[in-house]
């Protein structure tokens, strides 16, 4: 086992990571603010497809990446509106979200199937991205990548050392006691989910121009899902979805390289890793009841109105 | 906040006809929603509308396509409903379907041919018990672990999706099927009887409507059943009474995983014939949507099941027509889930005038 190789698994699962951060961090928020959000498969898909669309038709990819971000918003703010303004179940209404991003995605898709889609450039630094094996490890991803980690750094400061972060946690753990101190309780929680759909968009946009270059429909292939099990994996830390991310990278990335170790599985068995691990994470995580019971934000998935 | 003219308020008592009235107004809303949209893709939207719901229907033929597509969804939601009223959301019906695909397939190809006329009822059992036991999965892992069975069930569906083509890619491929990643058809022996002729629907028709009238006793009628609904509306109630929140989980999963089982091996023993690697057009994600159309009531269950399979048939039917994409079947779909959850709003609130701003409060 050579360098290069061992190279292109980390930067392989680097890559591979990178969806999963921007999804899982925007749910992180929404669910710190006690908002469920089942629905970011779906705003995964409408983004992957937005961002396909605009990037092929304008040929920039700033402006792909920005329609997805604010595509997804916009669903984000139809579950907000229902959820928060309309007091639906929020299980529900995420269900709903995720079957109508499905469907229109399709529906909307169909025009681009099969184009040729634009890549994300990797970045070169002259002098660092030319230094032997530190150069490829840390200087050569795209933008996005580097983005992921800047996001992670941001909300880690934000949730634990700013005032607003104070409130969303405030909100997320008693909406009433909050309410009752004046805080703005539904506004929060709006931003709380319109920032998960913005991040889900970035996810979205990452898969069809990042990772594969194309639209495919429901491409995402249940990475919004396994998104929603990071953020119960990482107990909704940042830090840890940041590490969960990498970890289910890796597990991605070892099955595409499986054949290079010597191991001689089927592709279908090894394609199913990536779910098998979701589901002995799960496991692990929510063995301990109080590990669940000390961290999820106390009023997740309950509806709260201040006027009624 | 801003200073609506219409406030939200509670009702004093939820109102009881809401309850049936939010479903058909959220059907009206689909069908606004659908003029609108034909229109802005340059169609004519009546016409459009005739060729999506009344066109599909118009025949022997049409009304037993609607059967036929209604039966699976039907079996998958009658127990999804039994679950969602526990507050138990098993949202991988669509992998217990193809699971039990696979396990009553698996039947039919290799056991059933020496089992003669026993060999059609042991297939349709397996695929029962291999629905159930794809759904016992997240049952034992939230009783025993504490895991969300939405995530794990979830995650089953893409498992059991492989699983089904990594057996028909090697073992279980049919040899003189020219490479085709299908099992050899199934013998007429195995086939499901038609309910009439001229028509495709067979009798599993039945066995979905003997599953409406089996959920309605048992969620009703029985003891069982109220446990599970006094878990979904009121869980410290539950708690207080000594209902085991344990035994709900097992039985609201094993059930809507039975249901989803059955639904799968009657597709491969209906109107398939054999098995191959995609089974369902998504019927276990569009059963969800039927139980809540269906308001979670057996009686409903079959009336949006139909409606349900209506849009499947719809979509099938501007596709040919009109050149449209089939997949606006998944957006009608999405869109009259929506405006039913956001009609349901009234059965519990209602808007009121506010004439001077503050002078509500």
Known sequence: MNTSFLIAIFTGTVIAATPLIYAALGELVAERAGVLNLGVEGMMLVGALTAFAVSVTTGSLMLGFLAAACASMLLALLFAFLTLTLQTNQVA????????????????????AGLPGQGIPDVHLPGLSDLPVIGPLLFRFDLAVYGSVLLYAALHYFLNHTRGGLLLRAVGESPAVAHALGQPVLKTRYLAVL????????????????????????????????ALALVVFATWKPLRVLLGAYLFGGVTVLQLHAQGFGINVPSELLSMLPYVATIVVLVLICRDPRTILLNQPASLGKSFHPDV | ??????????????????????????????????????????????????????????????????????????????????????????????????LGALCGGGVALFWAP????????????????????????????????????ILVSLMLVYIAQLALVYLLHGSWRDPDGFNFP?????????????????????????????????????????????????????????????????????????VSGGGAGLAGICEVLGPIGRLQTSISPGYGFAAIIVAFVGRLHPVGIVLASLLMSLLYLGGESVQLALQLPAAVTGLFQGTLLFYLLAADLFVGYRLRRVLSPGAAR
């Open chain 2, 114 to 149: 020496s089992l003669g006329g026993l060999g059609l009822p042991a297939a349709l059992l397996a695929g029962v018990l291999g629905g159930m036991a794809w759904a016992a999965i997240p049952a034992f892992l939230r009783t025993r672990f504490n895991t969300s069975e």
């Open chain 2, 1 to 98: 906040m801003i200073n609506w003219p219409l406030r939200l308020e509670k009702r004093p008592e939820p109102l009881a006809v809401m309850r049936i009235a939010a479903p058909l107004i959220a059907i009206a809303a689909m069908l606004i929603t659908g003029y609108l949209v034909f229109a802005a893709l340059g169609q004519d939207p009546l016409q459009a509308l005739m060729l999506f719901f009344i066109t599909p229907v118009d025949s022997i033929y049409g009304v037993g396509e609607l059967l036929l597509k209604a039966t699976p969804l039907m079996l998958c939601a009658l127990g999804l409903a039994i679950g969602f009223r526990a507050n138990v959301w098993n949202i991988g019906a669509e992998g217990q379907l193809t």
């Open chain 1, 93 to 112: 209404t995420g269900l709903a979200l995720t079957l109508f991003g499905l469907g229109l995605s399709a529906f909307l898709g169909r025009a681009f």
């Open chain 1, 195 to 226: 920032f998960g759909g913005a991040t889900s968009g970035l996810a979205g946009a990452y898969l069809s121009t990042g990772l594969t270059p194309m639209w495919v429909e429901g491409m995402s292939s249940g990475r919004g899902w396994i």
């Open chain 2, 182 to 254: 299908q099992s050899k058809a199934f013998t007429e022996a195995l086939t499901l009887p038609l309910l009439a002729d001229g028509q495709r629907a067979s009798i599993a028709v039945l066995f979905s409507l003997g599953l409406a009238a089996v959920s309605w006793v048992f969620s009703s009628r029985l003891f069982a059943g109220y446990r599970m609904r006094v878990a979904g509306q009121a869980p410290a109630a539950a708690a207080y009474a000594g209902f085991s929140e344990r035994r709900n989980i097992w039985l609201a999963l094993l």
